[in-house]
Structure formats: structure tokens, C-alpha cells
């Protein structure tokens, strides 16, 4: 059976075409796919790009800023007066003792029994002095150690405060021990900060 010239002519265009479709499919279909792909990483990955410019445009700036809160700093008379840890230590330890001795008429009512400097592991804007203490004081004598803590310069902090009521044997021969107050053992971390910061990763 021979087909019209005119039929034949479009059998073969059609043929052609679903050729042509069955060949892109085959070998460039994945092409196209994959670059489209990497357009839209580039696209991406320049946004990103941009935004790492313009934070870093900043940073002039924010050095500046800090710079300036150093400086403040500097003339701030909440910090410790030390420029090192072991001056720091050494400063909070006798600020502590002074105000003890100025709340105790006698110094058995209060007794600081240890006090030793501590790490700090987890580091703020500011190097931080610690010192555990461990004392045994009267209740309301230790009230007025809080309290002067609290309205100390430079200023000092207290931190996982401990209270704990003492044996006391009952039967003491000495009557004046027998009727004095009863002592708390007490255990807490004093602090206090240097004018010194703590120098971070991303600063440097």
C-alpha cells in the first residue's frame, strides 16, 4: 500500500520529532538538569557571599564600639582595683575579712573557717575573681555580712549559698556556751570582677 506523498512527508516529520525526544532524554536531558542545578548553588552561594560582605563591613565599627566600652570601663569603680587574677584574689579575700571583722564585736561569733580562690569556668564579658568560703557565724551576724556585701565598692557577689545547722552537744559544762546563739555552717562562692575582658576567639 504506498501513502499520498503529502501523508508521507508528515509520518516522517512526527517520526523525526519523537526521534529528537527520545536523543534528549537520552544524553542531554541530565545536562540541563544538572545546570540548572548549579545556578541555583551559585545563585546561593553568592547571596551568602554578600552577606558575609556586609557583616564584615561592620566590624570597624563594632571594634570601635568595644573599644570604647573598654575605655569606660577603665574608670568604672565597680571593679576590682587588681590588674591581674592574683591581685584579684588577694583583694576580694582581705575585702571580705574587713567586713567580717566589722559586723563581729567578738570574733567568735563569726569565723571564717577556709577561703580559697576557684576557677571560673564559665567566663563572661569580664574575668571574674572567685573565692570559696566556708565560715561558721552566727544568723544574724551573717545578715549583716550580706547586707554590707551587697553596698560594697567594688561590687561582690554571692553564689550557691549553703546554710547548714551545727551539732551541738547539750550537755557543755560552760553555761555561757550553753545559752549563746546557735552557729550556722555556711558555705558559698564570693565573687567579684576585674576591669580586665575576656578576650574571645572571634575578637582576636
Keep these: 500500500m504506498n501513502l499520498e506523498p503529502r501523508v508521507s512527508r508528515w509520518l516522517a516529520i512526527m517520526v523525526l520529532l519523537l526521534l529528537l525526544v527520545i536523543i534528549y532524554f537520552l544524553f542531554f536531558h541530565w545536562f540541563f538538569v544538572a545546570h540548572a542545578g548549579l545556578n541555583e548553588d551559585i545563585d546561593t552561594l553568592n547571596e551568602s557571599r554578600q552577606k558575609y560582605i556586609n557583616e564584615a563591613a561592620k566590624t570597624p565599627d563594632l571594634r570601635t564600639l568595644l573599644n570604647d566600652v573598654k575605655a569606660e570601663v577603665g574608670s568604672n569603680n565597680e571593679f576590682l582595683q587588681a590588674d591581674s ?65 551587697e553596698e560594697n565598692t567594688p561590687s561582690m557577689f554571692i553564689n550557691d549559698l549553703r546554710l547548714e545547722t551545727r551539732n551541738v552537744n547539750r550537755y557543755r559544762k560552760n553555761s555561757k556556751q550553753a545559752n549563746a546563739p546557735e552557729k550556722l555552717e555556711i558555705r558559698f562562692d564570693l565573687y567579684a570582677y576585674l576591669k580586665k575582658p575576656v578576650e574571645k576567639q572571634d575578637e582576636k
Design 85 to 149: 587574677k592574683n591581685l584579684g584574689n588577694a583583694e576580694i579575700t582581705s575585702l571580705f575579712k574587713n567586713i567580717v571583722n566589722q559586723q563581729s564585736e567578738d570574733p567568735a561569733d563569726c569565723q571564717i573557717i577556709s577561703q580559697s580562690p576557684t576557677q571560673d569556668r564559665e567566663p563572661e564579658q569580664f574575668e571574674k575573681i572567685i573565692l570559696r568560703v566556708r565560715m561558721r557565724c552566727q544568723y544574724e551576724t551573717f545578715i549583716k555580712v550580706i547586707d554590707l556585701i
